[in-house]
């Protein structure tokens, strides 16, 4: 499952050998409407893995979706990158969001011009990659944009689960390491790991696979 506004093609750089592993990707559908509860929601998607005992690998919100999801069927493991496993993991800028419902002021056209949206949501100094995650961060419809930054900050999760493996940027500026419990950390790694630590993420994937 990709990040927030994101697709698929955010996995294209894993080198997971394919003789050993099926993959299957699952694309963000656009909720049925702002107040759809992110349970049903993860509902709606778990419909769509028809394999058994699946992995689930999640990226950033994504990685909320599939914990989300795991409520729903059987898995064998979940895999979190650069996300968290509990609200408190939030950075305190986003109970603040939440506390102050400022983001329900958060002007989704912007989201028509890519490059203040890389600015809010990535990182001004990572703006100038600009033209690269044009490519990944393509899904802009504005309710399901509202429905996401919601329900990032009204998150509920408590309690983790012991089939998570929780993979984490040391430099990740969206949900810092201080925040992060019991991660696998890439050192220097950012928020966008997925993409450029791929083959290193690839390999530890392997690694828990095969134990």
């Known amino acids: 499952m990709p990040g927030l506004a994101a697709g698929p093609e955010i996995f294209e750089n894993l080198t997971l050998d394919k003789e050993k592993y099926s993959l299957h990707y699952l694309s963000w559908l656009i909720p049925l409407s702002l107040d759809e509860e992110i349970s049903d929601y993860a509902y709606r998607l778990s419909q769509k893995i028809t394999e058994e005992n699946p992995v689930l690998i999640g990226v950033s919100f ?19 990158i650069s996300s ?3 609200k408190e993991e939030l ?3 986003f109970k603040f969001a939440k506390l102050t419902k400022i983001y329900k002021l958060f002007p989704t056209k912007v ?17 100038k990659k600009a033209n690269l995650y044009k490519k990944y961060l393509h899904v802009r419809d504005k309710t399901y944009l509202k429905w996401s930054i919601t329900n990032v900050l ?5 309690e983790t689960s012991p089939k998570i493996v929780h993979i984490h940027g040391t ?4 949900f810092p390491i201080k ?3 019991d991660a696998i950390e890439i050192k220097d790694g950012t928020h966008v790991i997925i993409l450029m630590k791929a083959k290193q993420i690839s390999q530890i994937i392997d690694t828990i696979l095969t134990c």
């Open 62 to 80: 994504g990685g909320l979706l599939v914990q989300e999801i795991a409520q729903f069927i059987t898995c064998r493991k979940i895999i979190i």
């Open 84 to 86: 968290i496993k509990k």
């Open 91 to 93: 950075p305190k800028s």
């Open 111 to 127: 989201i028509e011009n890519f490059e203040e949206y890389a600015k809010f949501f990535i990182g001004s100094s990572l703006t």
């Open 154 to 158: 009204k998150w509920k999760q408590k």
């Open 171 to 174: 430099k990740d500026p969206i």
């Open 179 to 181: 925040n992060i419990k």
